[in-house]
């Protein structure tokens, strides 16, 4: 028998090998799949933003009553099927999806004022309403004018710059390579115009897939600009593990779907590699990886099963690190909001008192 | 049953400048008013009798009174003008919407460049939300007699009281209701009624400009003179 010589992976635990960490452990077994870079106070305040799949990410730290910064809540008293209705409370400032590092790179830099809303590509349909063309689908009709829309994007630039200042952490989702962009202004859209909103013109909006290096140029170029405006800042990527609907890449969709996850994949790893503030959470493995055998899609093989994402959720909340103690106070929102209901309170008396006066005869 | 007043008027504290007014002119006048509390919350049903009042039992009291007093079931129906502020109550409806901080972005406004925005389709949907009782309410009103409603006075430096106000005006309209508003004839150039015809609290109209906003919808041809 030929004995072992030393080498590094005689050491190397049991999550390091294929059978132990996963074969043996069977999918419901995989453990320390991700353990926070970071120790962050327990009162830790994250926002969330990105591809479809981040909803589910707000969703799970809404349930487990995180501290999840809501920066643009729909108005008050808002019944809730009208907040889903307008895109409120799905992402941490109402962006819609952010599919690409481009497009986090513009909502970077409205934020920071290095850009305004009126640099924002802006669509009127046939009925005269407005439709912005970095969130398209924001208003289920449209705005009822370009001053509108632009107040609105301001409205929500204003609020993705809270959700940089105020988080302790950025959880982003990276979605896709494939977009459209304006050749002539370099806008970069969401959807191709023509598809919903918009129109389609050809020779001005072209197919683009975005390159490794390009997304690593926007990437680092959005973050920069988040770290100047807070250099605490802690940034949580993922990469989303639903495919993509359709491509435009002349490639069969899923030969397409591989690449576009696996460019994403490979940017968000370099990204936690190189930046001691960035880390990379697993999503994309834990339901798209061979473990899975593909059990959490839905019949579509789209479309992720909701015990997929429990277990997305169990491995992110078993890895964080809130062990620091909690740095804030009260936000003081509901002494606002306190406030107003005394300013109510007493205009009600106010009224009130008038009505007793209609009994005064003197 | 005594005889029949000219006028029936139906609402919130705003409601009063217009039952003084109707005093001070000598028009008879019988009057069904409760908060604008109780207005928001729905304090009210359409009942085989009509309107009723729930909840409230001043102002369940003061209905039936008036049924005992014109002799009829439905007061409502009973062909008399009736005159409303019913479905405003801008301060039940106003305040909750701007606690996160929003502001409706008007296209006569300066931009807004603070706090948060909210869309007037997304306002209008609100309004419509709280307010579809009351609307029906109107309507069915509308239907039995001539039913004037009377916009409240517009308030100063109170961020989305104009917008919600004209988004309720172009609703009301839109369902065919007859409106008055005293800003039309009464205000001045600022939109504004004059210092003289508003109350101590900023708030409501006098007597007097209740008066006047009665002979107003007269002489329009609202009100049967």
């Known amino acids: ?362 | 049953m005594s005889a029949k007043p000219d006028l029936l008027i139906l609402g919130d504290s705003h409601a009063i400048a217009l039952k003084q007014g109707a005093d001070l002119l000598g028009l008879p006048a019988e009057e069904l008013q409760f908060s604008g509390a109780g207005w928001h919350d729905q304090r009210f049903a359409l009942g085989e009798n009509g309107l009723e009042v729930r909840g409230i039992p001043r102002a369940a009291g003061q209905l039936r009174a008036l049924r005992e007093k014109l002799g009829v079931a439905d007061v409502f129906a009973s062909g008399i003008p009736v005159l409303t502020t019913v479905g405003f109550h801008l301060g039940r409806l106003v305040p909750p919407f701007g606690w996160n901080g929003h502001q409706v972005q008007e296209e006569d406004a300066a931009g807004i460049t603070e706090g948060l925005t909210a869309s007037r389709a997304f306002a209008k949907e609100y309004v419509q939300h709280y307010r579809r009782r009351h609307f029906r309410l109107l309507r069915r009103l509308a239907r039995l007699t001539t039913l004037i409603v009377v916009v409240p006075p517009r308030v100063h430096d109170r961020p989305n009281y104009d917008s919600f106000q004209h988004i309720i005006v172009e609703d009301l309209r839109g369902v065919g209701l007859t409106v008055y508003d005293p800003a039309e004839d009464l205000a001045g150039e600022d939109g504004f009624l004059p210092d003289n015809l508003m109350a101590e609290d900023g708030i409501h109209a006098t007597a007097e400009c209740g008066a006047m906003m009665i002979a107003a919808m007269r002489e329009q041809g609202l009100l049967a003179a």
Not at chain 1, 161 to 190: H, K, M, P
């Open chain 1, 1 to 362: 028998m030929v004995e072992k010589s030393d080498n590094p992976y005689r050491h190397l635990p049991a999550k390091a090998f294929w059978r132990t960490g996963v074969a043996e452990a069977g999918l419901f077994g995989l453990s320390q799949l991700w353990s926070s870079a970071w120790t962050l106070p327990a009162d830790a305040q994250f926002v969330t933003f990105g591809s479809c799949f981040a909803q589910h990410i707000s969703r799970a730290l809404i349930s487990r009553k995180m501290n999840w910064l809501n920066a643009e809540p729909a108005p008050g008293r808002t019944p809730p099927e009208l907040a889903q209705k307008y895109n409120y409370g799905v992402f941490s400032a109402r962006t819609g999806n952010i599919y690409t590092a481009a497009q986090l790179l513009i909502w970077a830099r409205l934020a920071s004022g290095a850009a305004g809303a009126g640099s924002v590509e802006y669509w009127t349909d046939g009925a005269g309403l407005v439709h912005d063309m970095l969130r398209p689908k924001i208003e289920p009709q449209g705005f009822v004018s370009r001053k509108e829309a632009e107040a609105s994007v301001a409205s929500t630039a204003r609020a993705f710059a809270r959700c940089i200042t105020e988080a302790d952490v950025l959880v982003f989702t990276l979605g896709l390579t494939e977009g459209w962009i304006n050749t002539a202004t370099g806008q970069s859209y969401s959807i191709c115009p023509g598809t919903g909103v918009g129109t389609f013109e050809e020779g001005v909006h072209a197919f683009h897939n975005y390159t490794y290096p390009e997304i690593l140029r926007d990437l680092e170029a959005a973050l920069q600009i988040m770290w100047q405006m807070n250099p605490d800042l802690h940034v949580l990527l993922t990469v989303s593990p639903v495919p993509l609907v359709a491509t435009a890449s002349g490639d069969h969709v899923l030969v397409a779907t591989q690449y576009s996850k696996s460019v994403l994949r490979a940017v968000a790893g370099d990204m936690a590699n190189s930046h001691a503030q960035v880390d990379y959470f697993p999503s994309y493995e834990i339901i798209a990886a061979p473990s899975s055998r593909g059990t959490f899609f839905e019949p579509n093989m789209r479309a992720i099963a909701h015990d997929g994402v429990d277990l997305v959720m169990r491995h992110f909340f078993a890895g964080l690190d809130l062990s620091a103690p909690a740095r804030r106070a009260g936000t003081g929102g509901d002494a606002g909001r306190a406030a107003v209901e005394a300013q109510m309170q007493a205009e009600e008396l106010v009224c009130e008192e008038m009505l007793l006066e209609t009994f005064n005869e003197r």
